[in-house]
């Protein structure tokens, strides 16, 4: 990486983004935003591939976990989300963890 533009991708969004993340084969790539919702997009042609399950504060951490087919994501609301990642363009929220507040501090930085 060498801090060249590779690809301009505009209205992803109508909130500000807060978190960002490419998967580790660089195909795909989620954001998350201050209201709390996390898109999953195709690199290659900015196609939205899928919606995650809201967050009731801003996104301050999203996490492919390609091994385990698993999104997960932290919110200034304190919760983790864990979202199944095996299908391209659908997602399940597997699990909710409440009030880690820690963990999501940690995950912010």
Known sequence: MNGEIKKIM???TDNEITAFIM???QKRFAIGDNFG???IYN???GLLMKK???????IVSVLFCEKDKK???GSSDCFIYIHDDKDLYSTQLLRTIPEFIHIVQVLQN
Do not use: A, C, R, W
């Open 71 to 73: 999104i997960v994501t």
């Open 10 to 12: 505009s209205n992803l």
């Open 23 to 25: 998967d580790k084969n």
């Open 43 to 45: 690199y290659l042609i």
């Open 37 to 39: 919702e996390i898109k």
């Open 52 to 58: 995650l399950s809201p967050h009731n504060g801003e």
